[in-house]
């Protein structure tokens, strides 16, 4: 699986957009790119992913560059809740040769402040 | 309600035991995965599994044992080999094969004294 960097850290004014950057420089065309958050002591709970073209949902946009290479999560309005670590992973969908792994790095811990 | 459900939430023991945590789904998925977090530390990747009686080590699975005899089930045994058992240890699964994203569990917070 490609790795992926992040920034360690970021902060945030309550009720403006959450800008969170990742890069995986070293992705292959069958890699999707996922983004998941932790709020303290609890369990990664999913985001949104994508393969190459924008994605939206309920919680979230992803931004992926046209050459893969990085992508940006946007939480549009951002409240005190939002403050959590945000994982950026990229991974293949197949089940062949390892496949099936999903590998996190350190994450990016977002503080949204009032 | 379907789920993933990890257990104790919290579990102490001794140090030179034996301690089995448990991850059962009801979701019907085909892999499970057991990472390890350590504090203000992201996850790693100790094992996983794509399907019944099988499993692959992650990263760190010195120290650590699994099974996966039946499809909603994939304990994780921390054996006294395991140099720094103390941890928080989440469960996920997935559906399997294709555009999927995993779910995970609460996690158990060992404390090995």
């Known amino acids: 699986d490609a790795k992926t960097t992040q920034p360690t850290s970021m902060d945030c004014a309550e009720g403006r957009a959450a800008n969170l950057p990742c890069n995986h420089s070293?992705?292959?065309?069958?890699?999707?790119v996922y983004w998941y958050r932790q709020i303290h002591s609890q369990g990664p709970q999913y985001i949104i992913h994508?393969?190459?073209n924008n994605e939206t949902n309920e919680m979230a946009s992803l931004i992926i560059t046209e050459d893969r290479k990085s992508s940006t999560l946007i939480l549009p309005h951002a409240t005190l809740r939002d403050t959590a670590v945000y994982y950026c992973i990229v991974r293949d969908h197949g089940f062949g040769n390892q496949g099936g792994k999903l590998i996190f790095g350190q994450g990016t811990e977002l503080s949204v402040k009032p | 309600d379907g789920g993933i459900t990890q257990s104790p939430k919290y579990l102490f023991r001794k140090e030179g035991q034996n301690v089995t945590l448990s991850c059962e789904q009801n979701?019907?998925?085909?892999?499970m995965y057991w990472y390890r977090q350590d504090p203000g530390q992201g996850l790693r990747l100790i094992y996983y599994?794509?399907?019944?009686?099988?499993?692959q080590k992650g990263d760190i699975a010195e120290g650590y044992s699994v099974s996966r005899e039946k499809k909603e089930s994939f304990p994780l045994t921390v054996t006294s080999a395991q140099k720094n058992p103390t941890a928080f240890y989440l469960c996920?699964?997935?559906?399997?094969?294709?555009?999927?994203?995993?779910?995970f569990g609460q996690g158990t917070r060992l404390t090995v004294v």
């Open positions: 979701l019907n998925h085909d892999a």
């Open positions: 599994s794509q399907i019944v009686n099988d499993f």
């Open positions: 994508g393969l190459k």
């Open positions: 070293t992705i292959s065309g069958n890699e999707y």
């Open positions: 996920a699964s997935r559906r399997g094969q294709g555009n999927t994203e995993a779910f």
